[in-house]
């Protein structure tokens, strides 16, 4: 099937975030965009036997993404806990009950649920640390530091060069998958457009 013929059956099942907050930044994470992250790392040979871990889960999209594409596993992180029951109701539409978890946790730099040993394979829609300055590198450090296979992210565009220099502190190197205008439809207070486009690069962290 097609991405966006799969990105539509996502669409609907995995609702964009309700009352997003602007502390913690929540934007929902296209679902095409999620479908074409989870493709990369199949077609990379990374989805068959790594444990999927969603850093900022939000509805849960990316893990979801992932686990219709073949992933047997995803664990989704998320700091808001009205949000699992929007991934579990995804999950359950999808058929994929029982491969996806559900874990409410702030991620910090050095603080987080999962420790490193694992096959992981991390994927994260961090905050832009626009509102919470370094919030971005808190959880891009958090995935780094459980030495996964590889870890994709959605960062800000201007943001790079400051990523990839944490990336090689932690033996990756950053490479630029796509660059993209991220749609935020109005849904806040402070929200003055109808729809904002924020220009983001998908990179991929590798082990350098």
């Not at 999808?94 to 996806?100: A, E, I, S």
Request: proline share 6%.
């Amino acid at each position: 099937m097609k991405i966006q013929s799969l990105a539509s059956i996502l669409e609907k099942a995995a609702p964009p975030i309700p009352e997003p907050l602007k502390e913690l930044e929540q934007y929902t994470t296209p679902s095409e965009l999620a479908l074409s992250i989870a493709q990369h790392a199949k077609l990379s040979g990374l989805l068959d036997d790594a444990i999927v871990v969603d850093l900022g889960a939000g509805t849960c999209r990316l893990a979801l993404a992932a686990l219709m594409l073949g992933a047997p596993k995803a664990v989704a992180v998320e700091a808001d806990h009205r949000l699992a029951r929007f991934c579990a109701g995804a999950a359950e539409t999808l058929g994929l009950m029982g491969r996806l978890q559900f874990v409410t946790s702030i991620v910090l730099r050095d603080e987080g649920p999962l420790a490193p040993g694992y096959d992981y394979l991390v994927l994260s829609n961090p905050p832009f640390g626009v509102w919470r300055r370094g919030a971005d590198t808190e959880v891009i450090l958090y995935g780094l530091k459980l030495k996964p296979l590889r870890m994709y992210a959605i960062l800000k565009a201007s943001s790079l060069d400051h990523h990839r220099g944490l990336a090689l502190k932690e033996g990756y190197r950053v490479e630029v998958l796509w660059r993209r205008l991220f749609p935020i439809p109005a849904s806040m207070e402070h929200h003055e457009s109808r729809i904002r486009r924020v220009e983001v690069n998908i990179v991929c962290f590798r082990k350098a």
